[in-house]
């Protein structure tokens, strides 16, 4: 049973920082992509950033040059560090998970973050 597990969420002020991490069990196959989602009550669940074993990324517009994204692939986990947050980064943040030799992809039970001095 795969599993991702959250951490890292709560409240921080704008201009403060703030990580966040994702650990994923249970998968008898390698990881294709990690990442994270975010949404706002009202309005669809967005990306935010995603990153591959080998290092690739993939970052939302609007969180270029604040947030970075990475992963350690012996813990199979990925890191979102929050720089700098604004009041609208305030958001549930949700990983997902793909994995070789698997149709499905997975979601965390999601992590509240809420920017605000």
């Known amino acids: 049973q795969v599993q991702l597990v959250e951490s890292g969420g709560g409240s921080v002020q704008p201009g403060g920082s703030l990580r966040l991490s994702c650990a994923a069990s249970?998968?008898?196959?390698?990881?294709?992509?990690i990442g994270w989602y975010r949404q706002v009550p009202g309005k669809q669940r967005e990306l935010v950033a995603t990153?591959?074993?080998?290092?690739?990324?993939n970052y939302a517009t609007s969180v270029i040059g604040r947030f970075a994204i990475s992963m350690d692939n012996a813990k199979n986990t990925a890191y979102l560090q929050m720089n700098a947050p604004e009041p609208e980064d305030t958001a549930v943040y949700y990983c997902?998970?793909?994995?070789?030799?698997?149709?499905?992809?997975?979601w965390g039970p999601g992590t509240q973050v809420t920017v605000s001095s």
């Open positions: 249970g998968s008898r196959s390698s990881i294709i992509v």
């Open positions: 997902n998970a793909r994995f070789f030799l698997q149709a499905n992809e997975y």
């Open positions: 990153v591959t074993p080998t290092g690739g990324t």
